[in-house]
């Protein structure tokens, strides 16, 4: 259905304050796939920048809507609220580092090649700044704002450890590993070998930004510490 000749769809990319004219000089219309997926890129961008800067439990959807100069019914419409949006960016921003990499559980290597190639990839994530400012803001808003917790978890650690869980299930990989371990410990395990203290350290400025060959030492010795203590 359309409406003053813009469509349903480009009118929720449009703002509030000006229900009747194109947003960015668009033309009337209904806008291409690259366009709104460039859109929704901005969109998450900004919130996420906001979200950074003042703090999730500060940052209001009316904000958000402002400097991104869209409609706040579009943030609900297209990410249901500011939950999907941090969901979202940290989805988004995951893929960076494990999107080109081949799924867990169709990826043929022998097991220390995957998990190498994994967990450099995880400890690159984690070492970026935006990472670290977002484990902050967790840790400081997680009692007062659950919402904001529950949403970190269910898009970064619950998802990591369902992948690495089911890469642990494998039927060529199970036989490999201990057995008087429960399998629901072997995420966890491979994550806290990888991580070391990096958790506790996230809540002091960092000295440094660890170099490649730093993250590249770590993961190496995180791993060997991993498959000496749980294989066969």
């Known amino acids: 259905m359309k409406k003053d000749n813009i469509s349903t769809e480009e009118e929720l990319d449009c703002p ?17 796939a690259a366009d709104k997926e460039a859109r929704e890129q901005a969109l998450v961008h900004t ?6 800067e003042k703090g999730y439990s500060k940052v209001s959807l009316e904000m958000i809507a402002r400097e991104a100069h869209v409609a706040v019914r579009t943030i609900y419409v297209k990410f249901g609220g500011k939950a999907g949006l941090l ?18 559980e169709t990826d043929m290597r022998p097991m220390e090649a995957i998990l190498g190639d994994y967990a450099l990839r995880f400890l690159e994530l984690v070492s970026q700044p935006a ?3 977002l484990h ?3 840790v400081a808003e997680a009692r007062t704002t659950p919402e904001l917790a529950e949403t970190f978890y269910d898009a ?34 491979f994550v806290n070998c990888l991580m070391g203290d990096t ?9 440094h930004q660890p170099s490649h060959a730093e993250i590249r030492r770590q993961a190496a010795q995180g791993l ?4 000496r203590s749980v294989v066969l």
């Open 47 to 52: 919130a996420a920048q906001l979200f950074m």
């Open 136 to 138: 902050r803001m967790v």
């Open 156 to 189: 970064g650690p619950r998802k990591s450890r369902e992948q690495l869980g089911k890469f642990f299930a494998r039927d060529d990989i199970k036989p490999r590993l201990r057995t008087d371990l429960p399998h629901e410990f072997l995420p966890v395990h």
């Open 199 to 207: 958790m506790s350290r996230m809540l002091f400025p960092p000295d």
């Open 224 to 227: 060997d510490l991993f498959l």
């Open 131 to 133: 990472f670290v400012n």
């Open 16 to 32: 509030d304050a000006a229900p009747h004219e194109p947003c960015f000089g668009k033309s009337a219309g209904r806008p291409r």
């Open 87 to 104: 969901s979202a960016a940290i989805t988004r921003g995951r893929a960076r580092f494990f999107s080109d990499m081949t799924s867990l």
